[in-house]
Nanobody, 120 residues
Framework: QVQLVESGGGLVQTGASLRLSCAAS????????TGWYREAPGKQRELVAH???????NYADSVKGRFTISRDNAKNTVYLQMNSLKPEDTAVYYC??????????????WGQGTQVTVSS
């Protein structure tokens, strides 16, 4: 079983920065990839940024150049640095992990989400 603790959301003004954190704990063997997704009111959940254990990253076109995803493998924690925030970034942000158990079964798990609101 995996537990994810997300933090760092909040209410900011346009142009501000926030850093989201997602710490994973539990009975998993290793994490293969972690991502941040977001869901705005009336819209489908979408990928924001994704990082694999070797460090390969990919981003949604709408956040390229503004957001940076990173991982601290020793702490099983993933971060999303969000700069130059825009009102259209307003959403609930969800952490998602893909992990292996000790028997090498692969599972995934979602965090509960953290609200990010950007005022104009």
């Amino acid at each position: 079983q995996v537990q994810l603790v997300e933090s760092g959301g909040g209410l900011v003004q346009t142009g501000a920065s926030l850093r989201l954190s997602c710490a994973a704990s539990g009975s998993f063997f290793s994490i293969s990839a972690t991502g941040w997704y977001r869901e705005a009111p009336g819209k489908q959940r979408e990928l924001v940024a994704h990082i694999t254990t070797p460090g390969r990253t990919n981003y949604a076109d709408s956040v390229k150049g503004r957001f940076t995803i990173s991982r601290d493998n020793a702490k099983n924690t993933v971060y999303l640095q969000m700069n130059s925030l825009k009102p259209e970034d307003t959403a609930v942000y969800y952490c998602h992990v893909e992990y292996f158990t000790r028997t090498l079964e692969e599972y995934d798990y979602w965090g509960q989400g953290t609200q990010v609101t950007v005022s104009s």
